[in-house]
């Protein structure tokens, strides 16, 4: 069970994460907290009421610090909270050796001065009619969940930021918006892109206004994704002594399945007859077939019977729900670890290490592309850069000197 720390002193909350976490932004988001970025911390009000954070976050181990006060700790069965500052520092089940909840030295941060922790965060400024209105919107065009989160989130942002109504930002204001989220927060392109467009949106469909123009929008960086050999990939599943773990890395690869794909793979998905796999509402709510290899359809067979699957391909915690997308790409870190890869790359690479193989091996562009579901050829067409079918037969000119 995973435990948040909440670091409290008397301008605001400071809750440090160690890597992204969909379900905990949200949670956090919606009890009106500030990312920073660059800290990588959240920021809550200081008065927000500790046991409304515990109902909220009942699926965490929830860890509250304040200087002079007893720590508290809600999420196990027994009652630890009343624990002494200085017990709590040395206990190594709280804070295990090598963790980092603040900063590289976490007994000496918990006992540190507050007043580093920053200004409290501003206070709201997109009122929850508006946001009922955004959220009745989108449901009504049938977006993704995930949209509206993000068209929320974006437009809950720009409101913050600028300390002002939504009615009452003006064009120059989302560029300024714009310069201080990629100046203070490091946005890359493909987040200003979602910022623009969340803002677009509620400003053109919801407050009718036209002079809200078209914003510049800044170009994708065109980056060469990482891709693994087939002695890395042979090396990865070989150290993989966990069958579960094993089946997901090869699906990743041997299909070429997205990891929010895979991790929601149902046993009737599944065809061994035909080794076929039906991808389900995937991404743009479209459905797909990919291929099933011979080896994976032999192990899926056997991982039937050994684990009595009924449902979920891959179960998680509890059972009557899916393996997190979070869990599968820990399990994909620990497993190159465990190879001695040191390649910076996470569990999509598998995909884009897929599509590579395959253009290598000669198949035809068109097919890669159904199979991956891509709607235009030009997002498979990147594959081609770092291909090596035809980079094979030309020669360096160092090998030419004698």
Known sequence: MEAIYFFRDSASIRVPFYYYDRRLFDLLEDHGGVLDHKQRVFLLNHNIDVEKIHRAFSS???VFVQKNSPIRIFGFDKDLSQIPMDSFCENQAVFPKNTNPLEKDSANTAKSDFSTLGPPPLPEKFPEHWRMILETELRARKYSLKTLRCYTYYNRLICRTLQKAPENIQPEDITKFLASVEKN??????SINLAISAIKF???EILRR???CEQHRPRHDKKLPMILSKTEISEMLHKERNPKHRLLLMLVYSSGLRVSEVVSLRKEHIDLGRKVIYVKNAKGRKDRCTLLSEKAANFIAEYYDFFNIETWLFPGQPSTH?????SAQQIFDKAIRRANINKKISIHGLRHTFATHLLETGTDIRYIQSLLGHTNLRTTERYTHIARRNVLKIQS???TII
Do not use: E, V
């Open 322 to 326: 899916h393996l997190t997308i979070r």
């Open 210 to 212: 036209n002079d809200i």
């Open 397 to 399: 000119p160092l090998d």
């Open 60 to 62: 965490f181990i929830c």
């Open 202 to 204: 509620f400003h053109g």
């Open 185 to 190: 927060r490091d946005y890359s392109a493909s």
